[in-house]
C-alpha cells in the first residue's frame, strides 16, 4: 500500500532553525535610512527586542528554538505532509505529489509559526503589549492566538474594507483576547489625518503599517510585530521545510520541485530555505515561488531600494518591488498583494538560485476547487495558487511522462474565504491584465538612493 500521510512524533519538532544566510553565495544588502546610510538596531530597538534584532542580523546556520516554544508548537506540529494519491488519479499524471499542510494551526494557517516566537520572544525582553496590522486577518488571528499563549496583550489594526466584510476572522481576534480596531482609526495621528481628508476611507496595509508602528513607536510599554517579509520571520517558517526533509526522509523520498504561494514570502521561504541548504551542497532541487499576475512582483517587478510599507516609515530595503505605492487590483488572495517581497528572497531570485511564476485568479481557484474534490481540503486563495503551479507541472509531466516528485504547501485552509468560491462558482471572478500603467507610475516613484 502506498503511504500517503506521512506523520512525526511531538519529539521530532524540530529544535532548530535554519538560517539561510549561512548558505547564500552572497551577504544580504543592509536596509538603510532615508540618508542611504546603513540601519543601525539601535534605531530598530524602538518597536522590536533586542532578541529578535539579533535573529534579524544573523549570519549563523543553526539558530535553537526555546523549550516554550516548541512546546506551543505542539498544540498543532509537527504538520502531516500528505500524498495527493486522488489528485494524481484525477490528473492522470505520473507525478508523485505531495503536500505540507499547515491549514491545521489553530488560526489555519503558517503565520503562528512566527507568532508564537514573536509572543515569546517579546515577553521575555519585558514588552507586554503588541501592536499590528492585518488585512484579511490571516496574521492578525494569528498573533492574537499568540499573544494570548503568552501573556502578551495584542491590539491589531485591521483594514477597514476586510473590518466589515471578514468579520468572522475579527470575531477570531476577539476570541483569543485582541482588541480590533478598524483602521484608519482615531486612536492614531496617521489614522486621523486620514480621515479628516477622506472619513470613508476604507484604509489599506500600508495605513495600518504606519498606525501600528506609529503606536509602538510612542509607547515603551509596546512593540511593532508583523507576519511577513523580514529575516526572522522567514527563520521561524522553516520548521515547515526541516519536518519535510524528515517526513521525505522516513519514506526514502525527495521533491524535484517544490512550490509556494509568495505574497511577502515567508511560507515560501519556510518550506523551501531548508531544501536550499541541500541546493547550497549541489543538490538538484527547484525552489519555485508562485504570485498572482496581477501583483507580479518577482516576475515583473525591478531588484531596488524601496520602503516596505505605502507611507515610507519603514526602513528602505533592497528587494523585488512594483513600487510602494502601488495598489493591486483587489483580488480575493489578500496575502498575495504586497508590493514588494522579502529581501531575502529577492536575493536568491535576484542571483537566479530559486524560480519564480505568476498564475491568473481564475485558474487558481479552478486549481483550488479541483484540489477540494480530490483531496477533501478546501485551499486558501493563496494556496489556490501554489496548488494551480503543482497541477500545471503535473500536467506537463503526463505529457512528456516523466514521474517527477512534487511537493507543494498548502499554507491553509479557506474556511473564512469562502465569499470568494461563492463569487468563483457565480461567475464574478475576473483574470485582472497586467496591470502596467500603474507599476510603472508606481517605480517611477521609487526613493533615490545615495
Ligand atoms: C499570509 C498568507 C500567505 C502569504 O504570505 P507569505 O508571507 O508570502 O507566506 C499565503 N498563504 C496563506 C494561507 C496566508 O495566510
Redesign the pocket.
Known amino acids: 500500500m502506498t503511504v500517503t500521510r506521512v506523520t512525526l512524533e511531538e519529539n521530532e519538532i524540530p529544535t532548530h532553525w535554519y538560517n539561510v544566510v549561512a548558505d547564500m553565495p552572497n551577504p544580504p544588502s543592509p536596509p538603510l535610512g532615508p540618508d542611504g546610510k546603513p540601519v543601525g538596531p539601535e534605531q530598530m530597538l524602538a518597536i522590536f527586542p533586542g532578541n529578535l534584532l539579533e535573529q534579524e542580523m544573523s549570519g549563523e546556520r543553526w539558530i535553537p528554538i526555546p523549550d516554550a516554544v516548541r512546546d506551543a508548537y505542539r498544540i498543532w506540529r509537527p504538520t502531516p505532509l500528505i500524498r495527493a494519491t486522488r489528485l494524481e488519479a484525477a490528473l492522470g499524471t505520473p507525478a508523485k505529489i505531495f503536500y505540507k499542510y499547515e491549514g491545521v494551526s489553530p488560526s489555519g494557517?503558517?503565520?503562528p509559526n512566527t507568532a508564537i516566537p514573536q509572543a515569546y520572544y517579546n515577553k521575555q525582553a519585558g514588552i507586554n503589549r503588541l501592536t499590528t496590522e492585518t488585512g484579511a486577518g490571516?496574521?492578525g488571528s494569528s498573533i492574537a492566538f499568540a499573544g494570548q499563549m503568552f501573556g502578551v496583550e495584542v491590539r491589531i489594526y485591521m483594514v477597514k474594507i476586510s473590518y466589515g466584510q471578514k468579520p468572522y476572522r475579527r470575531s477570531m481576534m476577539q476570541t483569543w483576547g485582541a482588541e480590533v480596531f478598524a483602521s484608519p482609526s482615531d486612536m492614531t495621528q496617521t489614522g486621523r489625518a486620514i480621515l479628516a481628508k477622506d472619513p470613508n476611507s476604507l484604509g489599506s496595509l500600508g495605513i495600518a503599517i504606519s498606525e501600528a508602528v506609529e503606536e509602538a513607536a510612542g509607547r515603551k510599554d509596546t512593540n511593532y510585530s508583523l507576519g511577513?517579509v523580514l529575516n526572522h520571520v522567514l527563520l521561524h517558517q522553516t520548521v515547515i521545510g526541516l519536518e519535510a526533509k524528515k517526513q521525505f526522509e522516513k519514506i526514502g523520498e525527495y521533491p524535484d520541485m517544490i512550490f509556494a504561494?509568495?505574497?511577502?514570502?515567508?511560507?515560501?521561504a519556510g518550506i523551501a530555505f531548508p531544501f536550499f541548504a541541500d541546493k547550497a551542497a549541489g543538490k538538484n532541487v527547484r525552489l519555485i515561488a508562485v504570485e498572482p499576475t496581477s501583483c507580479p512582483t518577482l516576475t515583473k517587478g525591478v531588484y531596488a531600494y524601496d520602503f516596505g510599507d505605502a507611507s515610507g516609515f519603514t526602513p528602505l530595503m533592497q528587494m523585488y518591488t512594483l513600487g510602494h505605492d502601488f495598489m493591486p487590483p483587489g483580488i480575493h488572495a489578500g496575502?498575495?498583494r504586497y508590493h514588494c517581497d522579502s529581501p531575502l528572497v529577492s536575493q536568491l531570485y535576484h542571483e537566479k538560485l530559486i524560480e519564480a511564476v505568476a498564475v491568473p485568479q481564475l485558474a487558481t481557484f479552478e486549481a483550488g476547487v479541483k484540489f477540494a474534490r480530490a483531496e477533501g481540503i478546501i485551499p486558501?486563495p493563496?494556496?489556490c495558487h501554489a496548488v494551480r503551479a503543482c497541477i500545471d507541472e503535473a500536467l506537463r509531466c503526463k505529457e512528456s511522462g516523466e514521474p517527477k516528485t512534487l511537493l507543494f504547501n498548502l499554507?491553509?485552509h479557506g474556511h473564512f474565504d469562502m465569499a470568494s468560491y461563492d463569487r468563483y462558482f457565480a461567475g464574478e471572478l475576473e483574470d485582472f491584465e497586467y496591470p502596467q500603467e500603474a507599476i510603472a507610475a508606481s517605480l517611477a516613484h521609487l526613493p533615490k538612493v545615495g
Open positions: 494557517s503558517h503565520k490571516q496574521w511577513s504561494p509568495c505574497g511577502g514570502g515567508s511560507n515560501f496575502g498575495l486558501a493563496e494556496s499554507s491553509g
